[in-house]
T-cell receptor, first 114, second 109 residues
Framework: DVKVTQSSRYLVKRTGEKVFLECVQD?????MFWYRQDPGLGLRLIYF???????EKGDIPEGYSVSREKKERFSLILESASTNQTSMYLC?????????????FGPGTRLTVL | QKEVEQDPGPLSVPEGAIVSLNCTYS??????FMWYRQYSRKGPELLMY????GNKEDGRFTAQVDKSSKYISLFIRDSQPSDSATYLC?????????FGTGTRLLVSP
């Protein structure tokens, strides 16, 4: 079974702090994704990566950066956390060139910024 | 206008009811259509996928795609309390999936 793990289930940070969210997948997937999920807005893509050291902006990259130094690990960084970044953050991965692009999700990190 | 529209609900039904969940989309290039199920405090999991138009059945679940109307549906027969979850439709875009906002379904015993 594909397993995508995220470093924390719940996180509370203060405004202005630098926040790291880590994601690891164990199925040798080329592609990895970071989403945030908010009520009424659904899943919104922040960044994705299709290879080590490669990254592409998603729909809402402002205020975020990412790092992919190893194939299995994709990190989301909030350089200076703000209250409007309070959200559920979901990491996902999939194979490159898959027919229907099925993505496998981690359990999510609920981040609260005070 | 969003590429994919989905009613957020909540949709409340009694146990045993037939449930219909729907999405509309605007991009005629979409070829694969998926339904994800997300339980509370969990990540989404793929429930079903369909290629192009037509129906696909898996137990109590039927996925239907009408490309001419840009409309997809998920039917749940004999709904159970364990079906209570958020259901997200998704469609394949270039390098990424495009998701609906999700419909929250509540099945009461």
């Amino acid at each position: 079974d594909v397993k995508v793990t995220q470093s924390s289930r719940y996180l509370v940070k203060r405004t202005g702090e630098k926040v790291f969210l880590e994601c690891v997948q164990d199925m040798d997937h080329e592609n990895m994704f970071w989403y945030r999920q908010d009520p009424g807005l659904g899943l919104r893509l922040i960044y994705f990566s299709y290879d080590v050291k490669m990254k592409e902006k998603g729909d809402i990259p402002e205020g975020y950066s990412v790092s992919r130094e190893k194939k299995e690990r994709f990190s989301l960084i909030l350089e200076s956390a703000s209250t409007n970044q309070t959200s559920m953050y979901l990491c996902a991965s999939n194979l490159a060139g898959g027919q229907y692009n099925e993505q496998f999700f981690g359990p999510g990190t609920r981040l609260t910024v005070l | 206008q969003k590429e994919v529209e989905q009613d957020p609900g909540p949709l409340s039904v009694p146990e045993g009811a037939i449930v219909s969940l729907n999405c509309t989309y605007s991009n005629s290039a979409f070829q694969y259509f998926m339904w994800y199920r997300q339980y509370s405090r969990k990540g989404p999991e793929l429930l079903m996928y369909t290629y192009s138009s037509g129906n696909k059945e898996d137990g109590r679940f039927t996925a239907q795609v009408d490309k001419s109307s840009k409309y997809i549906s998920l039917f749940i027969r004999d709904s159970q309390p364990s079906d209570s979850a958020t259901y997200l439709c998704a469609m394949n875009g270039f390098q990424k999936l495009v998701f609906g906002t999700g419909t929250r379904l509540l099945v009461s015993p």
